[in-house]
């Protein structure tokens, strides 16, 4: 397979590089192509046994994007592969392979219309926001047209209609992967900047989204909420509606935000029992920052109310969303720093963050951080204190050191009703050095400690790059204090400590990076951007490989 995927992005690449030639007569052809296949090696001690484990023992999903550029007009497609997949949903195995994005865009004058899929955004995307993140399986796509116009290089305005890309629904039996949602969904928005005197840059922005439930959908709503009590039954609406304020800007050394959001009332699921309500929402949040040579500090507020806004009330998870409200909490990098990541709670929560950053000289700086994250009734649900430092021993040595303590509801954020709250204390380190022009060495090591979950963890890497086209590395995640209780898998409980291997190499040529990575994965929660999903644990070889041409 790896063979047969080199030759394709061999193949691509000489065709754009003759097309490129003749540019001028035929266009102009680029794009890019992805893979990930995946060899799964059971291990029931680390609860690696889904249905990849038992039945398929590989999966694989790919990517072709192709862009063709002739005379004023840009035409995009993507080619989706997904065998036996487990990105829709970890407890399943997902083929299906098709177009899952085609796109027409012209320019005319100020004016730029698309037909197709587009991918987009409304200020911070509390209104609306259209994305794809393959890492974790999600391709929130509009199909319809969007037109964006320019009035001046400070003010533009923007307007879509279209219906979002169907994904995976919660029991895999519907598949509308390659299809789009009968909900319609219609936005504007605009945007101005403003320069006045003394230094002070304002952008202000504003705009409303809205959505239409399909007749179908709308009737299962009717009949459902007939079976509620007496005293819990409404009147479902077809249409709702965003409404959303924003602004921006900076003077001398400090900078501002803030932005609105309302959504009027609409049927709502409870996520923790599934129950109907109605109920209106809002998102409100803010910024402040301050930065100098040497000192950068920035604060951040937010809060939400019954912020739901999806293609149907009748999704659920990551299923239909058209928002995006990602966590203002620090966004962790190390594997064991990032092991407890809090999902915005859209049923309520109010979370501040504050940061500073200190470089008192050249060779030292300093990264405090804190985040708290509540219930709107006060419930305690997160907080992190966070501090590193970083020590520029000489031109080939940096040494950073840093702690982390945590607190994390697991009931509320895993939805584990049972679970208890998680306190952990990481220390963690960082050392690089470099060996030669092209060859440099890292280490990183981190100690979670805890008492509640799976237990405490130790995890190192040592990673050697050399420059262009290598690097490798070998790490270790090992339980050493493990914890079990009368939940935890038969199977899963053992007297041995458990170990989480990841070895790693990429070789990289040109456009064309190549990966191969054996590893097991600990349980629990993924997040990429702000995005976060449970996935069961991992035990295989994954092999990538990534080219733009």
Not at 104 to 116: D, F, N, V
Not at 406 to 425: C, D, E, G, R
Request: hydrophobic residues 35%; aromatic residues 14%; glycine residues 8%.
């Amino acid at each position: 397979m790896k063979r047969i995927f080199t030759l394709l992005s061999l193949g691509f690449t000489l065709f754009s590089t003759y097309v490129s030639a003749q540019e001028n007569k035929y266009g102009e052809l680029s794009g890019n192509f992805q893979s990930n296949t995946q060899f799964y090696v059971r291990d029931d001690r680390i609860g690696a046994n889904t249905i990849q484990y038992q039945r398929q023992k590989s999966s694989a999903d790919a990517w072709l994007f192709l862009n063709y550029k002739f005379q004023g007009f840009d035409i995009s497609a993507r080619y989706d592969v997904f065998n036996n997949s487990p990105l829709l949903n970890p407890q399943l195995a997902y083929t299906h392979t098709g177009i899952g994005y085609w796109s027409l865009r012209k320019s005319i004058g100020k004016l730029t219309l698309t037909a197709g899929y587009f991918y987009d955004q409304f200020g911070s995307g509390a209104a609306f926001r259209a994305f794809e993140d393959r890492l974790i399986g999600l391709d929130y796509a509009i199909q319809g047209i969007h037109a964006r116009y320019e009035f001046s290089p400070t003010w533009y305005v923007k307007a879509f209609t279209g219906q979002q890309k169907g994904i995976l629904s919660q029991d895999g039996q519907i598949d509308t992967r390659f299809t789009v949602s009968p909900q319609v969904v219609k936005g504007v928005y605009t945007e101005k900047s403003f320069a006045f005197k003394k230094g002070l840059n304002l952008n202000i922005s504003g705009g409303a989204v809205n959505r239409t439930l399909d007749a179908t959908t709308l009737n299962l709503l009717v009949s459902e909420i007939k079976s509620l009590p007496a005293g819990d039954r409404f009147q479902p609406k077809s249409n709702t509606y965003i409404l959303t304020g924003a602004f921006s800007g900076n003077w001398k050394d400090f900078n501002f935000a803030g932005e609105y959001n309302y959504k009027t009332a609409e049927a709502m699921r409870n996520p923790f029992t599934t129950v109907l309500y109605n109920s209106p929402g809002s998102v409100l949040w803010g910024s402040v920052g301050y930065s100098k040579k040497g000192l950068g500090i920035n604060a951040q507020y937010k809060r939400v109310e019954n912020y739901q806004f999806r293609s149907s009330p009748n999704d659920l998870l990551l299923n239909g969303q058209l928002t995006y409200l990602p966590s203002i909490t620090r966004q962790n990098v190390y594997r064991l720093l990032a092991r407890y990541i809090p999902v915005v709670q859209n049923l309520g929560e109010n979370a501040i963050q504050a940061d500073i950053l200190w470089t008192p000289n050249k060779k030292l700086t300093i990264n405090l951080n804190f985040s708290w994250v509540d219930r709107l009734n006060g419930q305690h649900l997160y907080n992190e204190y966070y501090v590193d430092m970083l020590y520029k021993a000489s031109r080939k040595l940096k040494i950073m050191v840093g702690l982390q303590s945590i607190f994390y509801s697991q009931a509320i954020y895993q939805l584990n009703p049972k679970a208890p709250n998680v306190h952990t204390i990481t220390p963690f380190t960082e050392i690089n050095y470099k060996l030669s022009r092209k060859k440099s060495l890292r280490l990183e090591a981190q100690y979670l400690q805890t008492k509640q979950d799976l237990g405490s963890f130790v995890n190192a890497i040592l990673e050697l790059t050399v420059s262009p086209h290598w690097s490798f590395s070998a790490g270790d995640m090992l339980n050493v204090a493990p914890v079990r209780t009368p939940e935890t898998p038969q199977e899963v409980i053992s007297k041995a400590l458990v170990h989480y291997y990841n070895f790693f190499v990429s070789y990289q040529k040109n456009n064309t990076r190549f990966t191969l990575n054996y590893l097991k994965q600990v349980q629990g929660v993924n997040c990429t951007g702000g995005i976060c999903r449970v996935e069961p644990a991992f035990s295989g070889l994954r092999l990538g490989i990534v080219t733009n041409f």
